[in-house]
């Protein structure tokens, strides 16, 4: 899990520094952590975007992971697939969309807010 130390004070209000850039490369999904939250950090062709790392089927983990050619994250367990940027279900078993989280980039510095789910 990556994490980054020494990088928060441009944070801004409520987000906090997850992973440098160059830790994610595009099509790449890399675990977080982020208040206390394990995060699925994913960089669709240079934008990035924080899901839960955890299914919402049966729990299983949505990062370390490649995303796929349509920028989706599939579950390692039973295939559920969702979409990269706001955690909707592409395909089940899941049912429901996994939360998704606001995201930053500053200096070359992801930052996640967990405070508030990424507005719909
Ligand atoms: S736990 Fe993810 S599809 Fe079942």
């Known amino acids: 899990m990556s994490h980054v130390t020494g990088l928060t004070n441009a944070a ?12 994610v490369p595009p ?5 977080v952590s982020a208040g ?10 240079g934008q ?8 919402t089927h049966a729990g299983g983990p949505l990062a370390p992971n490649h995303l796929s050619p349509a920028c989706t994250l599939e579950c390692p367990w039973h295939n559920s ?31 996640v807010s967990v405070d508030a789910a990424k507005p719909a």
């Open 48 to 55: 990035f975007h924080a899901l839960d790392n955890s299914c």
């Open 36 to 45: 206390g939250r394990d995060i699925a950090l994913s960089n669709v062709d």
């Open 27 to 31: 099509g790449w999904v890399l675990r």
């Open 81 to 111: 697939v969702f979409d990269a940027a706001t955690g909707e279900v592409v395909a089940g078993p899941a049912r429901k969309p996994v939360r998704a989280y606001r995201v930053e980039v500053i200096d070359g510095v992801v930052y």
């Open 12 to 23: 801004p209000a409520g987000f906090i520094a997850v992973a440098p850039v160059g830790d």
